[in-house]
């Protein structure tokens, strides 16, 4: 099974998914994660689950649907994000469905890997 997981290693804010990663590989075994980039070409599943920092939550919480989530303006090519990629891929057919396990900004490893732990192994249990 894969998991995505977004994120910037380079902006404080979005960057937790990423630092959580050693300690996901570590206790899901059987589980691939990886690392997109929303400005590239995605080879992915028809399925996917993914992991993001989500704003406005202050816990970890499991989005079954983009309709989720507000698209942010998108005024030039650079504004073009993961939602944009994943509505764009959805709308061609490319993927199916899509399992965001949202990350609340602001919060230290310990403070979420407990919850993240939980909903993973829910998701990837079905």
């Known amino acids: 099974m894969q998991v995505f997981v977004f994120g910037n290693p380079d902006i404080e804010v979005d960057s937790l998914p990423i630092r959580l990663l050693p300690s996901l590989r570590e206790t899901f075994h059987d589980t691939e994660f990886?690392?997109?980039?929303p400005?590239?070409?995605?080879?992915v599943p028809e399925d996917m689950?993914?992991?993001d920092t989500v704003v406005n939550t202050e816990k970890v919480a499991v989005f079954e649907d983009l309709k989720a989530f507000m698209a942010a303006?998108?005024?030039t090519c650079h504004?073009?994000?993961?939602?944009?990629?994943l509505m764009l891929m959805m709308k061609l057919g490319k993927i199916r469905t899509v399992r965001i396990v949202g990350i609340?900004?602001?919060k230290q490893p310990d403070e979420v890997l407990p919850e993240l732990n939980k909903a993973l192994n829910t998701l990837l249990s079905n």
């Open 34 to 37: 990886m690392t997109l980039d």
């Open 39 to 43: 400005n590239e070409d995605w080879d």
């Open 49 to 51: 689950i993914v992991i």
């Open 73 to 75: 303006p998108r005024l």
């Open 79 to 85: 504004d073009f994000d993961a939602y944009a990629n």
């Open 104 to 106: 609340p900004p602001g």
